[in-house]
């Protein structure tokens, strides 16, 4: 290989093997990298909100379905909530009829919790006050109806809700008010960056060793 060649391809593995490091954001457990928009957390990643705001269920899988997305499941919704909201007893919400709600009194520090969750989570529609309503669900009871994640704040006292399915939510409705909840296995991200890392900085330090002389030309 000529010198400035092997000059570009050195440069370009070890910008592979050694990329900008994200920006990570940590609450409850919960980490947020602000470059992908992906949250880890409870053993899954969960696609921040604002990424699929306005999106129906049908519409957000076909998009992110072939890279392993799912809707979140009624458990996975109650166990988020636990972590962020974990003085209300979230666990009647596993059952797909029935809602639960909190309303975050702001004198007992309502409001931090609500803020440490959007955070991390982020808001789907922000005119001043701030609405998300995330449609999930495995749809339990088969009857074709989602259910929804709400979490409202204006000025006051915030509140959010696991609702229950309503005959509203099919897989092919949508709102700029909505999204749609999606999580994955961490499995399916092993990150490019260490694969890459792994496979080709041998090379790199190869291709410096052996033709060390060409290089520093
Ligand atoms: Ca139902
Ligand atoms: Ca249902």
């Known amino acids: 290989m000529k010198p400035f060649l092997l000059k570009i391809a050195v440069l370009f593995l070890f910008t592979l093997a050694f990329p900008t490091k994200a920006s990570l954001l940590t609450i409850n457990g919960f980490t947020l990298n602000t470059d992908t928009q992906i949250v880890s957390g409870n053993s899954l990643e969960w696609l921040r909100w604002p990424e699929t705001a306005n999106m129906s269920i049908q ?7 072939p890279e392993g997305w799912r809707l979140a ?3 996975e919704v109650v166990d988020l909530m636990n972590v962020f909201f974990a003085a209300e007893d979230w666990s009647p919400a596993l059952d797909e009829n029935t809602s639960v709600g909190a309303t975050l009194d702001h004198t007992a520090g309502g409001v931090n919790l609500w803020r440490d969750f959007t955070n991390i989570m982020g808001v789907v529609f922000s005119p001043g006050p701030a609405f998300s309503n995330m449609l ?7 009857d074709g109806f989602y259910r929804s994640l709400g979490s409202f704040y204006s000025d006051y006292d915030p509140v959010v809700v696991i609702g229950d399915d309503h005959p509203t939510f099919t897989n092919d409705f949508s709102d700029m008010e909505f999204g749609v909840l999606l999580v994955r296995e961490p499995a399916n991200t092993v990150p490019i960056s260490s694969t890459v890392t792994l496979l080709l900085l041998p090379i790199a330090v190869l291709l410096l060793r052996n ?3 060409d290089f520093l030309l």
């Open 136 to 142: 999930f669900g495995e749809d339990a009871d088969s």
């Open 73 to 75: 499941y009624n458990q």
């Open 59 to 65: 519409q957000a899988l076909n998009i992110y379905q």
């Open 211 to 213: 033709r060390k002389t």
